[in-house]
T-cell receptor
């Protein structure tokens, strides 16, 4: 079993839809949870990070962490074609900086 | 956000040769940098942690004699793929954490290595 599981998709939605992306994990020691966006043939771009459980909102993006269920989510409201990319969740146990990534979910937002 | 650069962006080399990839933090200092490898449609796999002024720490299964890492300064880490083989062809990406926030990392644009 992988430490972090993420459905690779692809996920296709119409423009304006609400997108829900999810990851599950097995290591209860994870404390920091990140979401990255990666365009084709580019490096990942940090979208949001959250410490421990709870919600965090930034513009059209909302990150949720449920440590009791070992489940994290990223919601994208009013999705745009420019949101089409691969979204990677990543997790860390603490101050080492080592990140464990999910496989990434490919999202396509159709005009 | 912070900026990390990589050079070259693409490289093609012949089997048996060595290739050096540079990773630079442009507007901040990084005592630690990370090197990842990514296969098509797959996730990033951490290869090693590069430490300024000391030896790199390699993940299990990564050959340290094949993937040489040098963290020469607070803004530069290099990855040298020695005696490259076609199976080393991959997308190599480095990252650097913002000091005091090690989980907040910024990634370089990646280097596409093709070994013929």
């Amino acid at each position: 079993q992988k430490e972090v599981e993420q459905d690779p998709g692809p996920l296709s939605v119409p423009e304006g839809a609400i997108v829900s992306l999810n990851c599950t994990y097995s290591n209860s020691a994870f404390q920091y949870f990140m979401w990255y966006r990666q365009y084709s043939r580019k490096g990942p771009e940090l979208l949001m990070y959250t410490y421990s459980s709870g919600n965090k909102e930034d513009g059209r993006f909302t990150a949720q962490v449920d440590k009791s269920s070992k489940y994290i989510s990223l919601f994208i409201r009013d999705s745009q074609p420019s949101d089409s990319a691969t979204y990677l969740c990543a997790m860390s146990t603490g101050n080492t900086g080592k990140l464990i990534f999910g496989q990434g979910t490919t999202l396509q937002v159709k005009p | 956000g912070a900026v990390v650069s990589q050079h070259p962006s693409r490289v093609i080399c012949k089997s048996g040769t060595s290739v050096k990839i540079e990773c630079r933090s442009l507007d901040f200092q990084a005592t630690t940098m990370f090197w990842y490898r990514q296969f098509p449609k797959q996730s990033l796999m951490l290869m090693a942690t590069s430490n300024e002024g000391s030896k790199a720490t390699y993940e299990q299964g990564v050959e340290k004699d094949k993937f040489l890492i040098n963290h020469a300064s607070l803004t530069l880490s290099t990855l040298t793929v020695t005696s490259a083989h076609p199976e080393d062809s991959s997308f190599y990406i480095c990252s650097a954490p913002v000091r005091d926030f090690p989980y907040e990392q910024y990634f370089g644009p990646g280097t596409r290595l093709t070994v013929t």
